[in-house]
T-cell receptor
């Protein structure tokens, strides 16, 4: 169908609460990425899933961040005990195995931690 | 020092101008060089990518990489108001863990 979708589009939460961000990649895409985009910081790589391989979690900033991908499709990024510095746009992208250079991005989830 | 540096702008030009957007990178192992365009409140979209040094042209867009100076450029000819967006450069040793610049905001006025 359409492109990468993410939900919610906006999320306001209180410091200390947990949040879950969802990503629906393009059907058939084997690779899925999560990024964080903060003002003045550019895109920051968080985690990468490729097929059934173990994910590359090297970009996760702390153990409060985790992500999973169920059935090789939908992915959820969870932030526990949110802090104000977690406020950012969280972007998901997917790419097909035969064209890994092209990452298709979703519109992002704007997270604001009060 | 960030591995990929990019002037945040904004860069304002009149319609029809040639635009030059630039980045520098510090990791000599980087072989992949990408340019993304991001409209407000949207995700980035890939414009072009090059492998190693050289030029690549696609319509009004030309990407250029100079590995000797670690300099990445994107040229836009005959710029249009619809080109107004933030342009992100990215580099890496592979596609999986790209390092992005902060983005340059471009404004093309009619």
């Amino acid at each position: 169908g359409a492109g990468v979708s993410q939900s919610p589009s906006n999320k306001v939460t209180e410091k200390g609460k947990d949040v879950e961000l969802r990503c629906d990649p393009i059907s058939g895409h084997t690779a899925l990425y999560w990024y964080r985009q903060s003002l003045g910081q550019g895109l920051e790589f968080l985690i990468y899933f490729q097929g059934n391989s173990a994910p590359d979690k090297s970009g996760l900033p702390s153990d409060r961040f985790s992500a999973e991908r169920t059935g090789g499709s939908v992915s959820t990024l969870t932030i526990q005990r949110t802090q104000q510095e977690d406020s950012a746009v969280y972007l998901c992208a997917s790419s097909p195995r035969r064209a890994e250079e092209t990452q298709y991005f979703g519109p992002g989830t704007r997270l604001l931690v009060l | 020092q960030k591995e990929v540096e990019q002037d945040p702008g904004p860069l304002s030009v009149p319609e029809g101008a040639i635009v030059s957007l630039n980045c520098t990178y510090s990791n000599s192992a980087f072989q992949y060089f990408m340019w993304y365009r991001q409209y407000s409140r949207k995700g980035p979209e890939l414009l072009m990518y090059t492998y190693s040094s050289g030029n690549k042209e696609d319509g009004r867009f030309t990407a250029q990489v100079d590995k000797s100076s670690k300099y990445i450029s994107l040229f836009i000819r005959d710029s249009q108001p619809s080109d107004s967006a933030t342009y992100l450069c990215a580099s890496g040793t592979g596609f999986q863990k790209l390092v992005f610049g902060t983005g340059t905001r471009l404004l093309v006025s009619p």
